[in-house]
């Protein structure tokens, strides 16, 4: 009997990208399957039906793996505070739910400035278009088509608005006063039921998931779906090596958490989408002869530019109710009143105004999200009856240019629980980062003085940056000599290997990733769909003009 | 026994048995914080819970619109969200038995005989000297007062911005006290904005920039 098991194609990791490429494969009749370090997040486990809900985002619901420590995480070093779960579904288990897409700009950073290490993208906003209206109706998007700042796209699918409330009503009174652009935004939070899911009831705290299911997620949006099709998802499993023969991914080797023994699967396809970290982590943790550097890495391209976005958090606290508590935290509206570039500025790129909700009580007495944290004693009371639910926060989200120093290495001396290498980040931010994001500070009190914001507080430009956004590190391009990946997300060196999550990206745009996460994965399922037979019998990786089209 | 996930049971932090070479204090395999805090809180005898509430009245002070920050049983709270002795100080808010009640016991009964100003300033010595304690105690005040439903109908009562504020977001949620979009509102939101076709993105002037490295 053979030491190893043998499927069609493997997939590392159950997240945007895993469970996407997943749901296109899984009627082909293929033999898929996941493996996911973490397990499957049960409803129970979430913290909205309790009282102290807002002392527990700072324990397990801790965004970053080094303060929540939980058994399936690894350690991230490095001055970095990267923010993802390991789990079915990913980070978006804790995520906000913004669902922007890239513009059709963001594809052509290279020829805009070609700063740093900026490339433009093999493939343009047209192309991934369809890709992206398809997944949206996969997951369940909230939203109003026609936002004139983007291409027409009347053919996604939206589930009516997230409802505004004070807060977002008083946005988009202070843009639409200054002349600037505004729109409501499009949220993963479904505003109807769907099957084994319920419709958003306003909530809030989707930073620490959704139990109804109302948050979009692959837990609910794909993963019921793909096993009901027989892909075999298994929970609690971690990849110690990716390994390769004969210029090809040939599987992986897996320790079952639950009994701590190691198992081996070959596989035709190898998907690999473990985040913007993990993912080069894997790679570079799966050094073996032939690959002395790492797999994939014959160019040292593995974990360069690396992006998280420039992030400041902006305070305002107004002389009267804006009730922040209530409503999905999914942003209720945006301004890309300064998305493009004008030179004028002094800098590249540009950035987004995203309107963000509230927590609780706790959240107002412990400072919101910039430190502003209430006095104690005789000021106590005073401070939270003006502070608490008067408060609206903006997040100030810049494009970072991607820097080759800015990088996800292994940490020579750090292990994991299975002794599996840590991951190391290097990221700095870059001049062009700091003067778009002083700009953006600006602008954003600009906007909520003009409608009466009595006080402000912000964080400054934010350094490390809250990572919820992991970029750029095994990069799609145009040359084998400029990235990791081809324009299908194939590795240059070995064709059946893929790499389909957020460091598949080129350049970060001034927006949430995950919506075009997604819309990659769609796409690189059904390439992998379409051309299965060409791919598995390909040795080398074609070219962009040379690879099968879809 | 192992629960569900297979993980063996650890309340509260890895047990100090666990092996110690890596960073951060040790191994990641065990140590998932129960929801809710400890099952077994840990135990404050008379004396230190004495102090832990009047501690509760100096952070917040009493105010006859509200609850007494020692009437609402605190010192529960802090008993489930504090690490116990034996096990590693892993979890928010960092904060373990052995310290924390040699705190308490430091501050005393002169802490529970002083007046409020005198208590003030005892706290604020703690606060300057940089202690870890003041923050600690002061999180599980903050976290623990506001999260009593007591206190929750006092902010609904108090705060005009609270009214509507119902504690744990599920399951009422919101939604029927959230404003909707105003049709007039709404129909002004596409005046502004625009963006660039894929073959509008040309080069831009460099020579503008105007930040060096």
Redesign the interface.
């Known amino acids: 009997m053979a030491s190893y098991e043998e499927v069609d194609v493997l997939i590392i990791g159950a997240g945007p990208g895993g469970a996407g490429v997943a749901y296109e494969l899984k009627d082909t009749g293929a033999k898929i399957v996941c493996l996911e370090q973490g ?1 499957w997040v049960t409803p ?2 979430h ?10 985002k ?3 619901w ?1 965004y970053d ?3 929540r ?3 399936e ?3 991230v ?1 490095g001055t970095t505070t990267p923010y993802m779960m390991n789990n079915v579904g990913g980070s978006t288990v804790h995520y906000a739910g913004h669902w922007p897409r890239y ?3 963001d ?2 950073k290279g ?3 070609g ?1 740093e290490g900026t490339i433009d993208w093999p493939i ?3 192309d991934l278009a369809p890709f992206y209206d398809r997944n949206d109706a996969i997951y369940g998007i909230s939203g ?1 088509i ?6 027409d796209r009347k053919n996604a699918q939206r589930d009516p ?1 997230v ?4 807060l ?2 008083k946005y ?2 202070a843009s ?1 006063d200054l ?6 935004s499009d949220n993963a939070v479904i505003t109807r039921p769907r099957e084994n899911r319920e419709a ?6 989707e930073l620490s998931g959704s ?2 299911g109302s948050l979009s997620t692959p837990a609910h949006a794909h993963w019921p779906y793909n096993v009901r099709a027989g892909v075999d998802l298994r929970p ?1 499993s971690r990849v110690e090596t990716i390994t390769a023969e004969g210029g090809k991914a040939t599987g992986a080797v897996y320790i079952d ?3 701590g023994n190691r198992h081996e699967i070959r596989a035709k396809i190898v998907v690999l989408a473990a985040n913007g970290i993990g993912s080069p982590r894997m790679l570079l943790a799966s050094a073996q002869k032939g690959h002395e550097n790492g797999l994939a890495n014959s160019n040292g391209m593995v974990g360069k530019y690396l992006m998280h976005h420039v992030f400041a958090f902006c305070d305002s606290w107004f002389d ?4 922040g ?3 999905s935290f999914g942003s209720p509206m945006y301004s ?2 300064f998305y ?2 004008d ?2 500025r ?3 790129n540009g950035f987004g105004m995203q309107v963000a909700r509230s927590f ?3 959240y107002a ?2 400072g919101t999200h910039t430190g502003y ?2 006095p ?3 000021k ?2 005073d401070f ?2 003006n502070h ?3 408060h609206l926060m903006v997040f100030m989200f810049g494009e970072d240019l991607p820097v080759e120093s800015n990088a996800v290495t292994l ?1 020579p ?5 299975d002794g599996i290498p ?1 991951a190391h980040v290097n990221y700095e931010l ?3 980062d ?2 778009l994001a002083k700009y953006g500070i600006e602008k954003i009190f600009e906007a909520t003085r003009a409608v009466g914001a009595v006080e402000t507080n912000d964080t400054g430009v934010l350094y490390p940056p809250p990572a919820w956004h992991l970029m750029g590190t095994c990069r799609m391009g145009n040359t084998p000599e400029d990235s990791v990946l081809n324009k299908w997300c194939q590795t240059w060196d070995l064709p059946n290997l893929f790499v389909v999550d957020g460091s598949t990206l080129t350049t970060g745009g001034a927006v949430n990733p995950t919506s075009t996460i997604g819309a990659l994965a769609v796409r690189a399922g059904e390439y992998i769909k379409r051309n299965y037979d060409h791919i598995t019998s390909q040795r080398t990786t074609p070219s962009n003009a040379d690879a099968p089209s879809m | 026994m192992n629960n569900a996930l297979g993980e063996k049971p650890a309340p509260f932090g890895a047990p100090e048995t666990t092996v110690e070479p890596g960073w951060g204090g040790g191994f990641f395999e065990t140590g998932r914080p129960r929801l809710g805090g400890l099952e077994q809180p840990v135990q404050f005898n008379d004396a230190q819970a004495a102090v832990l509430n009047a501690l509760a009245d100096t952070i917040i002070p009493p105010h006859p619109d509200w609850p007494n920050a020692s009437e609402v049983d605190l010192v529960a709270f802090c008993g489930r969200y504090i690490t116990p002795s034996g096990y590693k100080n892993k979890h928010f808010p960092f904060a373990d038995a052995d310290s924390f009640t040699a705190a308490l016991d430091k501050l005393g009964q002169a802490f529970v005989d002083a007046d409020p100003a005198e208590r003030a300033k005892a706290f604020e010595a703690l606060e300057k000297a940089e202690d870890p304690f003041f923050e600690q105690i002061r999180a599980l005040v903050y976290y623990g007062y506001y999260s009593r439903p007591e206190v929750v109908i006092a902010i609904r009562k108090n705060v005009p911005a609270g009214k509507d504020y119902h504690g744990p977001p599920l399951p009422y949620g919101y939604i029927q006290s959230l404003e909707p979009w105003d049709e007039t509102t709404l129909a002004q939101a596409n005046e502004n904005g625009s963006y660039l076709e894929t073959e509008q993105v040309t080069r831009v002037d460099l020579s503008k920039l105007t930040w060096t490295k």
């Open positions: 397990p129970p486990e913290p909205h039906y309790h009282d102290e809900w807002e002392i527990e700072q324990r397990g801790a793996p080094n303060v420590q939980l058994p995480d690894y350690p070093t513009k059709p700009v594809f052509r020829t805009e400035h700063l343009s906003y047209e109003l026609g936002d004139p700042s983007y291409p608005m409802l505004p409330g004070k977002g009503l988009a009174k639409r002349g600037w652009h505004w729109w409501p958003d009831v306003g909530h809030g705290n139990p109804t609690m958490r639950n009994t009267e109710p804006v009730e508590f209530k409503g890309h009143e493009h570039t030179m004028d002094g800098f590249v609780g009580p706790s007495a412990m944290t209430a104690w004693g005789e106590h009371r939270f009856a608490f639910a008067n940490d001396e750090v292990t994991d629980s840590a870059h001049p062009n700091i003067a």
